[in-house]
């Protein structure tokens, strides 16, 4: 026994390999950041007075203030309870949610009568009630920190989450539609003046349970499989729950005319599939459904119409929006010359001329700020929502245990996914389908869950690089503790 | 307002923009950077870890008298195979990339890793099904191995001789 001759030495096991320097929690480098969005939030501000009131009220940094407090607030409790977290990720999406927050207002600014921008209140129009909810969804995001110390702990409400997840899905569509229908979209609560989007997040609650799931059976589903035209497809009844939860989901989206969150819900699912088997041909099996599914919808819609009539018609306004400017590509060909009068540099925050396009405030906001700042600046943005998906994914490769690989690679794939889904609607790249864009649209349920989805990711990437020789980290007690008895360890067979 | 400090204000907005992006994207750098000095994620193939192995085999010998030199299958199918220890860590799995590959029906692709640290190797379990044994106990975090002590994973069993 050469061990007890040797102090006993927690070896450094950060997700990366031992005596690398990741010890470092890098919250002052978050901080700095956090300043620096502020300041350029406070600055798009000061801008948009500039151009839209020929003169900088004294007030002009008040939302940025706001803002900044409250993203403060949410660094010190990352601080407090997440201190190796990712320090890229707050401040990035800190940026992206304040210059939402300054776009929503300088709308409220259009809007008003000239005579009254100048006294418009923070907390007033579609921006004020944005400033609202970023506070509500920042401290619903703390509130997750606090309550989940342990990303793994989740997992034991997996099938809860699951049950929610579709639960959340399928009220919108029982209700009846004066209580659920909004411009002939089926997805919403709405009680009182009150209304909220279940979906965004039945989209967290699902993608938990797909990782549970998935990290439960994945010895069973790459060990037990059947080889049909040179491809591995796993049996029935492994894939079952995860089959049924993912059509359940899908089938009610159709029906409530939702196609951009079930494409959403389709890639999770397929890419949640790919990370826990490691299969390209999930990546593969996946695309050409997709690809098949949406030119078959088409062609029923074209002849059958029904069900598939929506789908149809917006894949007729993506190939030709200008065979009909006024009437059905009028949102989108709007879009288009907005981002194409915004050209390179755009017009300045402030300058443009948003209103012009419907919806702006929601599904085409990034066609509103795109003509403002131009290309340059909406490259800018999208190269924040990368590096966002980008340290999702990193955390996900270096977190230590499967569940937490799974989450946070499906959590930053289904962020980056749904950016391009509507970035790609409004740029005529794919057919439009309604979607959010996270942390910049008008809207409380998106940015709160999409907080959430940070939230969780923060966490995971917390238990990556956090050292072990820390104690309490999730990659076990350090040097052993009381090890557990053999006859309480649980073991699974692998029947064939 | 005049013409030209909108103009200015304008492109500064631009230009801090992308110092935001440029400054963001330098902290991360950092990160990744750390993280190329330490070489992969991922253990090496089989190929690969035994000539690091080789090449670290001696200054493991001159630490230590009586330290592990060699990893032992004692059990299961791979019975009798050896691994020169050096100062790379092992992995152990069904997966192709481990170290050693093991084919037991009761492993996980990636099952459990030997990680030297002072000289001293730890069992760590990578999140396996069925677990890892250091002799009876369950292996929950990084455990000291100590030599002839069996490591079980499914039927299998490995041992630190000297």
Known sequence: MTAAAHPVVSPVTTGERPGVRLARSRRNAELSLLVLAMVLVAAYGAIVEANLLDTVTRDFWMPAAALGLVFLGMHLVIRWLAPFADPALLPAVALLNGIGVGFLRRLDLGKAAPADRETLAIFAGTGGRQLAWTLAAVVLAAGLLVLMRDHRAVSRYAYTLGLAGIVLVMIPAVLPGRFSEINGAKLWIRVGGFSIQPGEFAKLALLVFFAYYLVRKREVLSLASRRILGIDFPRGRDLGPVLGVWMISLLVLVFEKDLGTSLLYFGMFVVTLYIATERVSWLLIGLVLFFGGAYLAYVLGGTVGGPFANFYTRAEIWLDPFAEPYDRGYQLVQGLLGLGSGGLFGSGPGAGEPLEIPEVQNDFIFAGIGEEIGLFGLTALLVVYLLIVERGLRAGLAVRDSFGKLVAGGLAFTLGLQVFVIVGGISKLIPLTGQTTPFLSAGGSSLMANWLLIAVLLRISDAARRPVAQGGGPAGRPGGGPPEQLHGAPTEVIRP | ?162
């Open chain 2, 1 to 162: 307002m005049p013409e030209l400090v909108i103009t200015v204000a304008r492109f500064g907005f631009l230009i801090l923009l992308w110092i935001f992006v440029f400054t963001v994207v330098g902290v991360i750098r950092r990160d990744l950077f750390a993280g190329a000095r330490s070489g992969r994620l991922v253990a090496a193939p089989r190929a690969v870890g035994a000539s690091t192995q080789q090449q670290a085999a001696k200054p493991a010998k001159v630490k230590r008298g009586r330290a592990a030199h060699q990893l032992v299958v004692t059990a299961g199918q791979l019975a009798g195979t050896r691994i020169t220890l050096g100062e790379a860590q092992i992995t152990i799995g069904r997966a192709e990339d481990s170290t050693l590959v093991i084919t037991d029906d009761y492993a996980s692709a990636r099952h459990a890793r030997l990680v030297p640290r002072d000289g001293q190797w730890f069992v760590e379990d990578l999140g396996s099904t069925n677990g890892t044994y250091l002799d009876r106990a369950k292996v929950t975090g990084p455990t000291p191995v100590p030599l002839g002590v069996p490591i079980r994973i499914g039927r299998t069993s490995l041992e630190l001789r000297p």
